[in-house]
């Protein structure tokens, strides 16, 4: 994912945090908006925001490494808003989610409480907590959505161990894991300590994404995961400090062994997901970490090897779902609503799971909806050519955004260094 980007991190180079304002903003507590705005949304109908968002534009700032997710929002996405609604969609594309964080806090900080560049932002993790925290997020209004009748709530109560409190909207329920092609790997590596073994043997098969790109950072909080004895002790509201600094050495230890083994004996890393997803296409590796919409779309699109296969190491795997919040200060939230609603809807959901659209797993509890629509994910599911089920069993959550925030720090300072 990203732009077609060649040039790999090296150990050299240095790492870019989560930046410095959306850092400042977690001590921070600005005033929200009006409160006659937050009154006003809690009166008004759908039918009431339908008519406020008439005729406007909206502006989505959105991750944008994708071709697939693009073609997603520019075609489908503005089309139902055009045609059903006559709202415009703006794409404001981001390469890590922290740039539309900072730009909020940026405005408000300058006194821009109203009118803000960004009217919703596909957002989770420590980027949503830090909006949450700092007061930075309009709402609580995901109950007004007509689709969220058909979530689970305990799908959609917490971002990261973060109660959401109706202050964003679900929209995508992706897994990490891991994938291979299985006429290269006949048995793969089924924990962390055979990944290593499974390295060992075959030198330079395997690579990861650098992190902070999120990729990377997925994988090691799965790694994390692995080799410190599971997520559960991690599960709490808050970070724990004395854990971490108990069980994160192992970390290091652990990914200090495998790194002579990766891809170019790791001295360098993929810095982008479309990377290594070239690596895994031309052969060089054949055993990635991965979410499983990306094994969907590419085996769809012919760029996997037709025996490309996810699967789960137990216990690792990480459920990983995605939101769309709107910014305190944004200039059009019931525009935003509007296109959160298109986005967290049925038909939306089933368009992104579309294998040759995007392959993004619902979020949506299809078990709640009309029987018609559950044939639909269904033939979807069978259409995609690979063991959904069987590979995400047995995933677990992802805790505070916290660890991963410091997972990133660690992997800088203590692996990417010569």
């Known amino acids: 994912m990203g732009h077609w980007l060649s040039k790999p991190w090296t150990r050299r180079q240095v790492v870019g945090g989560l930046g410095s304002l959306a850092a400042w903003a977690l001590g921070r507590q600005f005033l929200a908006g009006p409160a006659s705005a937050q009154e006003q949304l809690a009166s008004l109908t759908w039918a009431d925001i339908l008519a406020q968002a008439r005729g406007s534009r909206v502006n989505w700032a959105m991750w944008s490494g994708s071709e697939a997710i693009n073609?997603?929002?520019?075609?489908?996405?503005?089309?139902?808003?055009?045609?059903?609604?006559?709202?415009?969609?703006?794409?404001?594309?981001?390469?890590?989610?922290?740039?539309?964080?900072?730009?909020?806090?940026?405005?408000?900080?300058?006194g821009l409480r109203s009118g803000g560049s960004i009217d919703l932002i596909w957002i989770n993790g420590n980027n949503f907590r830090t909006l949450k925290q700092g007061n930075l997020l309009y709402g609580p209004f995901?109950?007004?959505?007509?689709?969220?009748?058909?979530?689970?709530?305990?799908?959609?109560a917490t971002d990261f161990g973060l109660p959401i409190e109706g202050y964003s909207a679900p929209y995508t329920g992706n897994y990490f894991l891991m994938a291979y092609n299985a006429e290269r790997v006949p048995e793969p590596p089924r924990s962390h300590a055979e990944l290593l073994d499974w390295a060992k043997a075959n030198p330079g098969r395997f690579t990861y994404v650098a992190p902070p790109d999120f990729h990377g950072s997925r994988f090691l909080l799965s790694t994390f995961y692995g080799v410190t004895g599971g997520y559960a002790q991690y599960s709490g509201p808050e970070f724990d400090a004395e854990l971490w600094a108990q069980q994160s050495p192992a970390v290091v230890d652990y990914l200090k062994k495998l790194d002579p083994f990766l891809w170019r004996q790791g001295q360098t890393y993929p810095p982008t997901f479309t990377r290594l997803a070239e690596l895994f296409a031309n052969g060089e590796v054949w055993l990635i970490p991965t979410f499983i919409d990306q094994v969907i779309l590419r085996k769809s699109n012919g760029q996997f090897p037709a025996a490309t296969i996810p699967y789960g190491i137990p216990g690792t795997s990480l459920i990983d779902p995605s939101f769309n919040a709107i910014p305190v200060n944004a200039n059009n939230p019931f525009g935003a609503m509007v296109l959160a609603e298109v986005l967290a809807g049925p038909e939306g959901q089933l368009e992104k799971f579309k294998p040759e659209v995007w392959g993004d797993l619902p979020l949506i509890d299809i078990g709640r909806l009309p029987a018609e629509l559950q044939a639909s994910f269904a033939r979807l599911e069978a259409t995609a050519g690979i063991p959904i089920q069987e590979a995400i069993a047995g995933a677990v959550p992802i805790v505070n955004a916290e660890y991963t925030v410091q997972l990133e720090v660690l992997w800088q300072q203590q692996v990417l260094p010569a």
């Open 71 to 110: 073609a997603f929002v520019d075609g489908w996405v503005t089309t139902q808003l055009r045609e059903r609604y006559d709202i415009r969609l703006r794409r404001i594309p981001l390469t890590d989610t922290v740039e539309a964080v900072n730009k909020v806090i940026g405005e408000v900080q300058a």
């Open 142 to 156: 995901a109950e007004k959505l007509p689709s969220l009748p058909f979530y689970d709530p305990a799908d959609i």
